[in-house]
């Protein structure tokens, strides 16, 4: 089943670039983190995705999605569908996700093989999806920072591919936060200038590193900020994942009904 | 794909190019290339060619399988689609439907061409998809699935069921499809689907003598037995089912209301005595009957825990009963069953699944071939590792009533993109009087792989 939360945050990486520096020209940690949440990310997005999965001995697995995202006011909504490979052709995953509020996401799976939508729960965000070196949270934070599962501290300036950053160390509130999303520590670096995450360091709850998630190929599309690529590298097993995004719309209109269970059913022939 | 593909465009430019002159074949090689282009943009070929091996513990060989399996997507517009998939099947033992079945239980448009013993071909799926007004239409051969449950069939019995391989064949396969017409209407949040179905095809039953054959009489030589044909009803229209279902997403639950007038796939056994100068004859004649169906669905997510469960209820359904007490072997009565169901995820890269299935009919019966409350557990756990490339699955279907059932472990390997090999056990225990017992030994080691293209 693991495979099937898989694909349900394979979503396009998108960051905004809102312009929100301090009077004094140097922003606070609480600045720091309300500008890089504060991004515009459209209301809609229409994409397309290449996973490349390397392991150890450099096999290599490739999985393209099609995907479409859509705000309702803070509701988010999504519904991907695997169109390669083939096995995994028609795979889809929607999900209502509920920013903000208490109550869990609710997702929905359509599971080819079995000619089948299933409910399924995608509580455990410290899950990785779909075979990647993303965990579920990773993938649902949409490069966001998390104001409350962790403490921020600020941990200096440093260039990341000539790109000036704040660097915040961030430590999970709590062992139970910890636990559950795998990280004992994060250290992030958000670009200066354009409130974008460029890189993002994590140790497991032992201490020790995890894996780096480094954003590349930046550009404005349609005036959102946007990541073409991003790279995680996990250097405890030596495996890695580089998203491509191949094809990203935020204009063209998506239809309400695009979210709903029967649209799920119909597969990606439909899209 | 794209040699397909580039058949039809030689096919193309072939007939194309019969005109004479040469800037007319200039002309019409650009045509063909247009034509080729458009044609890769609305033909998607996609499909599978697997293997599959079984020798049971005792050292018999049971099945050694190769399928063909192309899918093939023309989209036609935005709107409307049509697909075609052809399965071709080769089974160089021939002992899971040995020779050549008559497929009585089939209707003719939806039967399998069988060529010889171990060669078939069959049209598993042939539909239009398109959209008038606000409504979903598919037209064809298709494979409609209703409930929530895993194996257990309560609601989802719209599609008789291939026991070619008792339930062990992959989901996918142990399904027959059937030329139905199938109606989704958007009412508001909910969808209203609606189905007519003339296709008149019952389960597949394996015949006498097949390995999984379900029909086993063992009478004393001073009984004689006749089997008569099964009396499939054949009108498309006055023997159609017709199915309407209701379902949406309310509150946080997935609700669904279902109902469904068909004949009962399972065929009643109605038995006949008759004594003469030879003997007494027991005369076996099997026979559809017409149910309704009425039930519901319901499922929600809970933290870790997923609950989901179905329920319906027969207003007629006929079991084996005593001769004695029942002068034709069958016993009428009214059936109400539910399946209730718990996926847990709450251990990392693993679910647990389990099931509860309980049947109880209306009223018992003396000499009634089953209790009157028949209770079914199943229990699956399934672990992903390797960034899910291993996958280890083991599965339990236990009949509490019997003691017996089956366990299934598996293990499989994603070798790169297209291809997957897997091996495991389907392993029966129990009694011969049970569903799963009767089948005790014919325990199965199977090993197979799976090219996707």
């Known amino acids: 089943m693991n495979l099937a939360i898989g694909l349900l945050y394979i979503v396009s990486s998108v960051f905004g670039a809102p312009n929100l520096s301090n009077e004094t020209g140097v922003p606070t940690i609480e600045q720091i983190v309300e500008n890089v949440n504060a991004r515009d990310v459209g209301v809609q997005a229409s994409n397309t995705i290449r996973m490349t999965l390397t392991d150890k001995k450099g096999k290599e697995l490739v999985r393209e999605s099609v995907g479409f995202r859509k705000y309702f006011g803070e509701e988010k909504r999504s519904l991907n569908f695997c169109s390669k490979p083939a096995k995994l052709r028609n795979f889809g995953l929607l999900t209502f996700d509920y920013e903000g509020e208490e109550k869990s996401d609710d997702s929905w799976a359509y599971l080819p093989d079995m000619r089948k939508v299933r409910r399924i729960s995608t509580d455990d965000r410290g899950a990785t999806v779909l075979g990647t070196d993303f965990t579920v949270q990773d993938m649902k934070n949409e490069s966001k920072i998390s104001t409350v599962d962790y403490d921020y501290s600020a941990a200096g300036i440093e260039t990341v591919e000539d790109h000036v950053c704040h660097v915040l160390e961030a430590l999970p509130v709590s062992d139970a936060i910890a636990k559950e999303l795998g990280y004992g520590k994060l250290h992030i670096f958000v670009d200066a200038d354009i409130w974008i995450l460029r890189k993002v360091e994590f140790w497991d709850v032992e201490g020790t590193h995890l894996k780096t998630i480094t954003m590349h190929d930046v550009e404005e599309v349609d005036g959102i900020w946007t990541a073409r690529r991003v790279f995680a590298k996990n250097h405890q097993n030596d495996h890695s994942t580089l998203i491509e995004l191949l094809e990203i719309d935020y204009t063209t209109e998506i239809d309400d009904d695009t979210f709903t269970e029967r649209a799920l059913r119909r597969g990606i022939r439909g899209k | ?453």
């Open chain 2, 1 to 453: 794909m794209r040699k397909v593909l580039g058949l039809l465009g030689v096919g193309v430019l072939c007939v194309l190019t019969t005109l004479s002159s040469a800037e007319e074949v200039e002309e019409n090689e650009e045509l063909s290339v247009r034509l080729f282009d458009r044609l890769k943009e609305r033909v998607f070929v996609t499909g599978a060619v697997k293997f599959e091996t079984a020798i049971e513990t005792d050292g018999d060989a049971q099945k050694f399988e190769f399928i063909v399996q192309p899918e093939i997507e023309i989209n036609v517009n935005d709107d409307t689609n049509i697909v075609f998939v052809p399965r071709m099947r080769f089974d160089a033992l021939d002992e899971l439907e040995p020779g050549r079945p008559d497929q009585d239980e089939i209707a003719g448009p939806s039967r399998r061409w069988l060529i010889g013993d171990p060669l078939e071909l069959e049209v598993r799926e042939l539909f239009v998809e398109t959209i008038v007004g606000d409504t979903y239409l598919t037209v064809g051969k298709q494979t409609v699935v209703w409930g929530e449950s895993d194996g257990l069939k309560v609601l989802d019995v719209v599609n008789p069921t291939d026991l070619r391989e008792f339930g062990l064949a992959d989901f996918e396969d142990s399904r027959i499809p059937l030329w139905t017409v199938n109606a989704e209407i958007p009412i508001k949040e909910a969808t209203l689907q609606l189905l007519w179905i003339p296709d008149t095809s019952k389960h597949n039953i394996p015949e006498m003598g097949s390995t999984f054959d379900l029909v086993n009489i063992d009478l004393p030589d001073s009984i004689n037995l006749n089997i008569e044909n099964y009396a499939r009803p054949r009108d498309g229209f006055k023997d159609s089912d017709f199915g309407a279902r209701l379902s949406g997403f309310w509150k946080g639950w997935n609700l669904s209301l279902n109902y469904f007038y068909h004949y009962d796939d399972t065929p009643v056994v109605y038995l006949a005595l008759a004594a003469g100068d030879d003997g007494v004859t027991v005369t076996v004649s099997p026979e559809y009957e017409r149910t309704h169906l009425i039930g519901g669905t319901f499922s929600k997510a809970f933290g870790d825990l997923t609950l989901r469960g179905e329920l319906g209820y027969s207003t007629k359904k006929y079991f084996d009963a005593s001769i004695l007490f029942d002068p034709d072997g069958v016993h009428e009565t009214g059936e109400f069953g539910y399946v209730i169901g718990l996926d847990w995820f709450g251990i990392r890269d693993t679910m647990i699944s389990f099931q509860l299935f309980q049947s109880i009919l209306d009223h018992d019966a003396p000499g009634l071939g089953r209790d009157r409350v028949d209770n079914t557990i199943t229990f699956l756990v399934r672990r992903s590792l390797k960034n899910d490339t291993l996958s280890v699955y083991n599965i339990l279907v236990h009949n509490l009533n019997h003691g017996d059932g089956y366990v299934r472990p598996k293990i499989s390997y994603q070798v790169n993109d297209e291809m997957s090999i897997w091996t495991g056990f389907d392993i029966f225990y129990g009694g011969d009087s049970g569903l799963f017992g009767q089948f005790d030994d014919k325990d199965r080691l199977v090993m197979g792989m799976e090219w996707s293209f």
